[in-house]
């Protein structure tokens, strides 16, 4: 089952990390305009761009970075690889997917990013992803025990 998870999560965090590249690299899907995809993806009414492209291309790399981080903790890469430092950082990554899956819940984060469909698409899709993101990394995790 480990595989099965750290391959899950690969996939999922893969294919975030590239959409993030894209938009990067200037790619406005799913949206027809830039202030449509700032609607859709930011949702923050303050911003009238996209982040700057090396901001981006920064979040692509740190999600591709998660995206590998898995497959280290099921040992694809070898148990070495699996060791303490590993499950430290698997830690770490798990706590930032769980914290900002939490924070799309809150009145809080809903006041500052409230532009729909973003409000509407994060309440269903966003942080129910990195809720679930999170669970992988806590079985993940929770079988190297």
Do not use: N
Request: proline fraction near 8%.
């Amino acid at each position: 089952m480990t595989g099965v998870v750290a391959l899950a999560l690969a996939l999922v965090l893969a294919a975030v990390a590239l959409l993030h590249a894209y938009w990067g690299l200037g790619g406005l899907w799913p949206a027809s305009g830039e202030p449509e995809l700032v609607r859709r993806v930011v949702g923050d009414p303050r911003l009238k761009r996209m982040p700057p492209p090396a901001i981006c291309l920064l979040v692509a790399a740190m999600i591709a970075v998660t995206a590998l981080w898995p497959l280290l903790l099921a040992g694809w890469f070898g148990t070495v690889a699996a060791g303490s430092f590993a499950r430290g950082v698997g830690t770490a990554i798990m706590a930032v997917f769980l914290l900002r899956g939490i924070a799309g819940f809150l009145p809080a984060w809903r006041r500052k990013h409230p532009l729909e469909p973003f409000a509407t698409l994060d309440g269903r899709m966003y942080s129910p992803l990195c809720l679930a993101v999170a669970a992988g990394y806590a079985v993940l995790l929770l079988q190297g025990v």
